[in-house]
């Protein structure tokens, strides 16, 4: 078999109330016309959305041909890639929403959600709300429910660009207008929505709300996380039970290299490299996935900071 040294896959589009169009002002996308792109799904693997290489195959295909080089020993065929990467263009601001942890999912008929947020782009006065205030109790939440007054009980975090946080199942959170974002999350598409703002969907009705499920789902002990602010140095953004996600930040000239053994999802999120995987350019705004099966070499062109997503094939 022809060994790839890392695999790009054809972006899909997702509408959203929302949405906008800076995916293609900012990462030069060439988007569906006349809609409102709210997410661009690079790398996922479900039975609703199959990315597709640039010869044509899906990642499901790809895996039930090669699963050992691709997820690395021991991977079932059958198994779903584990990780969704997706970009998130929020003009508005996002519901209110939280992901069922694994322990509770099941029984809701959900699956767990544990995903990352690395602000890319942020406009002046962008905020992202994440956790409870501090003595936020489950009875206080639920009377402000009722009586739709959320939202001063909800921690909201200004942000800027390079500014990163984790959202763990279970924490309540929102993404306000204004930002650009990488998010790096389990394979799951299971959202408790708990407030919506009294906004209409794209067919001009309410979205439907899961107060229960939100309840039953909600981690009332989560007081005021915070970011993790940008440096000029590598950091480690996440280290989980569900995957770790690193940032490298390599000057002009500078080499990133992997060895054989675990597959690694890596995203541009400044700048340029030229890859050994068939002298493609991997630029701002991709996220390539590279096989366990493989080594992989590439040489930044330009200053350039990307995320290294691993530890997720376990």
Not at 109 to 121: A, R, S
């Amino acid at each position: 078999m022809h060994a790839v040294n890392c695999i790009k896959f054809k972006p899909i589009y997702q509408e959203r109330v929302w949405g906008g169009r800076i995916l293609e002002s900012v990462l030069g996308r060439k988007l569906p016309k006349n809609q409102i792109i709210g997410e661009s799904w690079e790398i996922v693997d479900r039975p609703e959305a199959q990315s597709v290489d640039t010869s044509g195959q899906s990642l499901r295909n790809l895996i039930e041909k090669d699963p050992h080089g691709i997820m690395g020993n021991n991977w079932s065929p059958e198994r779903p890639f584990p990780i969704l990467v997706k970009w998130l263009d929020c003009q508005q601001r996002l519901s209110l929403q939280v992901h069922p942890p694994a322990s509770i999912a099941p029984k809701l008929g959900g699956e767990p959600k544990t995903e990352n947020w690395y602000i890319v782009d942020a406009q002046p006065h962008a905020t992202l709300m994440a956790g409870l205030k501090k003595e936020v109790t489950r009875n206080k939440f639920k009377c402000n429910l009722q009586s739709n007054t959320l939202e001063p009980l909800i921690h909201s975090i200004p942000v800027k660009k390079g500014e990163s946080i984790f959202i763990p199942s279970g924490r309540i959170h929102a993404i306000g207008a204004g930002n650009l974002i990488l998010e790096v999350q389990q394979n799951s598409d299971t959202t408790y929505r708990v407030y919506d703002w009294e906004r209409v969907g794209l067919d001009g009705n309410p979205r439907q709300l899961h107060t229960q499920e939100s309840l039953q789902s909600t981690n009332f002990s989560d007081f005021e996380p915070e970011t993790i602010k940008p440096t000029n140095e590598d950091q480690l953004l996440v280290e989980s039970d569900v995957f770790n996600l690193n940032k490298r930040v390599l000057l002009a000239g500078t080499t990133l290299k992997f060895e054989v053994g675990e597959p690694r999802i890596l995203s541009v999120v400044e700048g340029c490299l030229q890859t050994n995987c068939e002298g493609v350019t991997v630029t701002k705004g991709d996220n390539v996935l590279i096989p366990a099966r493989n080594s992989f070499e590439s040489i930044a062109k330009v200053d350039t900071v990307v995320l290294i997503t691993d530890k997720f094939n376990h």
